[in-house]
């Protein structure tokens, strides 16, 4: 490739990058203000991932969370959505690393522990962290029996999630890229 063209693929990188980056944190500050958002965004974000670690790599992928995170963690009003996206919205980059396991049984596992020990450690961060009395408030309130319902619907959505993933990828590489003459190599 000459100077030229590798200079042209290296602005549409960071270019494509920034933007997603910039779509991400837009939502995440607007996920803040409708309550039901505060998982769905963050889920939402991290498929919007999947065009940059499609089209370029990894560590651009890498790269777009981080900005996304940081912008959210010092702007976002939900910081329980922020640190979410902190500990789970990069999911969509490690999940194809995590479907090489061989054994079905022991791939689902590690899922399923990634996803609980995630959610534990977020919840224990924040609560570190910041004052969210109201929230592990509710967790006090639900009991244990809610709060490990609560655990069990949030690693089935996850694992929902999981399933979705393969399903977008084919979404935006048989209906979305072709449209994209932008990003031809």
Do not use: H
Request: net charge positive; charged share 15%; hydrophobic share 60%.
């Amino acid at each position: 490739m000459s100077n030229r063209s590798t200079a042209r693929r290296q602005s549409t990188r960071v270019a494509f990058c920034a933007m997603v980056a910039a779509l991400s944190a837009a939502l995440m500050l607007l996920g803040g203000v409708i309550p039901i958002a505060t998982y769905a965004v963050p889920m939402l974000c991290g498929l919007i991932l999947l065009p940059v670690l499609l089209e370029f790599d990894a560590p651009a992928a890498w790269a777009t969370f981080l900005g996304t995170a940081l912008i959210a963690l010092l702007l976002g009003f939900d910081k329980e959505a922020a640190f979410f996206y902190l500990f789970l919205g990069y999911y969509p980059i490690i999940k194809w690393k995590i479907d090489k396991i061989g054994a079905k049984p022991l791939r689902l596992l590690m899922k399923i522990l990634f996803f609980s020990l995630s959610l534990v450690l977020m919840y224990a961060l924040l609560a570190l962290l910041f004052p969210v009395d109201q929230v592990l408030g509710e967790f006090r309130e639900m009991g244990y029996v809610l709060t490990a319902a609560f655990g069990l619907v949030f690693v089935g959505c996850m694992l929902l999630y999981d399933a979705l993933l393969p399903r977008m990828v084919m979404l935006y590489a048989n209906r979305i890229r072709p449209k994209w003459k932008f990003l031809k190599r």
